[in-house]
């Protein structure tokens, strides 16, 4: 819970340990250790990862003393979140371990900040900034988009696993921090136009995510070792500028109203970082921004830049660039408050090749 603080204070909550790096998912339990955290461990995963990666941090937590329950958690609904909810009343453990993608951590950051427990992350998979951010996105919440929850305690993200999963996921988080490009400037915009609050700090760390996976995109491209950590790097650094920033302001911008916006209306939707990227070319164009760049980083990388490569119709685009703004009016971006006409869609769409 956020403590009561005077006005202009400013409140963050960030993780005290983060771990990234080979083989490092061994070490969870010597990590909660550390931080003085012994006694029940509940891990929070999902079906397909429990050989990958959960059955290595049961056996941690079991050398490091802990008594343990384990979590199988399907999807990132509110069901599942109450489900957990009753599994910790019942249990009552010291720490939630949340392992897998960023749905299964979602479960565990969410009922562990309802029952008053702290987390700690095990992402395997790089697909986008919620695995290491005070935010949660949910199935069945009446609101598409984030909010904060609350911080991991500690981050152990073991470059090994998440450099085995499908290269898509990757590809998809790499989405999702260069969409960093877009957002700052939609705050920037917002703070200029509704006086909102602009913090430099956050702002220039998200920034320098997305520089850096742009920088790397060949090494990223190939699944090098350290292609994967300057991406989960870069994903926890922009979880880091949202815990400073106390909003997810620094990293979400029109181009994730335009990617919420796919999910609810397109058929078939992509991937949240895949959506981003689409939308991070879009609103780069109507910031008169470099959209051509972000355009040929996405490719190279491997990541959607049309709708075709999305495999959603250029209709649904060209409708999220004009309603996108109505999910979430109160944050102000470069989509204003009425949207972009039916023709301004269009012809942004068709300029940056991505209805083709
Ligand atoms: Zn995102």
């Not at 981003?276 to 491997?302: F, Q, S």
Request: aromatic share 6%; hydrophobic share 40%.
């Amino acid at each position: 819970m956020e403590p009561q603080l005077p006005p202009d204070s400013h409140y963050m909550q960030l993780p005290r340990e983060v771990l990234i790096g080979k083989q490092v998912a061994p070490l969870v339990g010597a990590t909660l250790t550390r931080l003085g955290i012994s006694g029940r461990a509940l891990i929070v995963t999902g079906p397909k990862v429990k050989n990958i990666a959960a059955d290595t941090v049961l056996a941690s937590l079991n050398d490091s003393g802990f008594s343990v329950h384990t979590s199988t958690v399907e999807g990132s609904t509110t069901e599942q979140v109450t489900l957990v909810e009753n599994q910790i009343h019942e249990f009552r453990p010291d720490i939630i371990v949340g392992v897998g993608g960023g749905k299964d951590i979602d479960v565990a950051k969410l009922s562990s900040m309802h029952t008053s427990k702290q987390f700690l992350s095990v992402p395997t998979a790089a697909s986008h900034d919620g695995i290491a951010s005070p935010l949660v996105s949910m199935k069945g919440l009446d609101r598409p988009y984030s909010y904060v929850a609350h911080s991991p305690v500690a981050i152990v993200a073991d470059t090994s696993i998440i450099g085995r999963s499908p290269y898509r996921l990757i590809a998809s988080g790499c989405g999702d921090v260069v969409a960093k490009y877009t957002a700052v400037r939609d705050w920037k915009l917002a703070h200029r136009i509704k006086n909102e609050y602009y913090g430099d700090y956050a702002a220039e760390l998200a920034i320098m995510s997305s520089r850096l996976v742009m920088k790397n995109s060949s090494s990223i491209r190939m699944v090098s070792e350290s292609g994967v950590r300057t991406l989960v790097e870069a994903l926890i650094s922009c979880g880091v500028a949202m815990s400073i920033a106390g909003t997810s302001r620094p990293c979400s911008g029109a181009e994730h109203l335009f990617s919420h916006y796919l999910t609810m209306t397109a058929p078939r939707p992509a991937l949240h970082g895949e959506q981003c990227g689409v939308g991070t070319i879009l609103c780069a164009y109507l910031h008169g921004a470099n959209w051509e760049l972000i355009k040929e980083v996405l490719h190279k990388i491997g990541a959607p830049t049309t709708a075709t490569e999305l495999g959603i119709g250029p209709k649904y685009v060209v409708e999220a660039l004009t309603r996108a703004h109505t999910i979430r009016p109160e944050r102000y971006t470069i989509l204003g408050e009425s949207g972009l006409t039916k023709e301004a869609a269009e012809r942004v769409a068709t300029i940056t090749g991505v209805s083709n």
